[in-house]
């Protein structure tokens, strides 16, 4: 079963815009808004639980024309923003239920968190994963205390088999929702940033498919201050939330074709409480590509020193496509949510994100085979200071005349400029260049 409140608060001049087909909860609960002492009595119950976490100035500000503080949520124990409403909806359930146990099916930011505070409470936990998650992610889910079960080839697979064990056992099946409690949890973010950064103009989050951060936030920032601007990023490969809120409900026909990069933000999972809230409270939500998340990543990493993933760049990706040119002078915090990138993407964000930002190029070119002709080539990327990262010659299958060979370079420099100087200089030498294009 899911964790539906039967208390929730929703706005209500957006109920008439959801149909009720739509809706995951009753109208008889759908009477007001989520309330602030809601917010406040959730950040009082978790604040032995999870990191007052910093919202620090970056020194990213000079480069982007504003006051820029970063709230660090990605340092919480499982690297994740989601421990807030975790933890706030686990100590609400009723004693009993607490006895028997909660069961989740993903290797989602979610479960992790329900895996790492189910265990610090004592509740028995159950996370059933399929057979194609990695091993990291199993085995760090284990040593947060849970009972991993591998099973299913597919994530809906695995979600059958947690149903089935749930009704079988009595556990409490838990999916990622909109409850009040859940929503009231993540909020509690909105409420450390409005305190931790003075005459705030606007923050940003991210937003998606997981938009409770967004909208438990809003709730908190718009009763404190109604002038502070909130505004939710997406990602254009799947914009699901624009498409909802024109559509007045959740649209479920999003595919992502590329979950391992995107995560969690690249699933639906809010309903119509998420959705009600963010329509009423959000001022804008933007959408950016890939190639913005990627070159947000590596600032963040430079800048920052934070290893973050696709949900944690996204509000900062914003600012790198040019988005928000409203914001410009302005104090501006950015949520920087989660920090779960695996390994093997690590390795290869980074250097997509160093060629999207004209630091690493690679170009051909053919040499007389020739004792001292690389090494003038070598001499020549010395002095415009390219730092050569690969080198690759090929005589076998050179397609120009005999005794020549087909030189390939990887070349890492500073930005673009630098990158058209070489590429200038390259061809006034080797006229028969050719740069590869990215």
Known sequence: MKIVSHNEELPRDALSRIPQSSSRTSLSSCNKLI?????????FKIQCGVQKTPC?????SKQYG?????????LQYTGSVKERGVLYLLTSLPQDQQRKG????????????????????????????????????????????AMVISYGTTAKDSQMHARRLAQENGYLYLEEEDSAVYLSGLGTVGLEVYEQVPKLDAVIFPAGGHCGLLAGSAAALKHLNPHISVIGVESESFPVLQQSLKAGHPTEDQACSNHHFYGDVSSLCFGSNSLQLTGKLVDKVVAVREEDILISMLRLLEYERATVDAEGAIGLAALVAGKLPELKGKRVAIVICSGN????LLQQCIARALNLDNRVCRF?????DCPGDISKLLEILAREEARVLDIKQERMFVTSELFTVEVTCTVETRDKIHTAQLRNVLLERYPTVAWTER
């Open 341 to 344: 990138l695996e390994l093997h």
């Open 56 to 60: 620090m100035y970056s020194r990213l």
């Open 364 to 368: 051909s070119l053919v040499l007389s």
């Open 66 to 74: 504003m006051d820029i503080y970063l709230k660090k949520e990605f």
């Open 35 to 43: 309330r602030f002492e809601d917010i406040s009595a959730a950040a």
């Open 102 to 145: 909660v069961i989740v099916a993903s290797d989602s930011n979610f479960s992790m968190a329900v895996a790492y505070h189910a265990s610090g409470l004592r509740i028995p936990v159950f996370v059933i994963m399929s057979t194609s998650t990695s091993s990291a992610r199993v085995k760090m889910c284990r040593e947060y205390g």
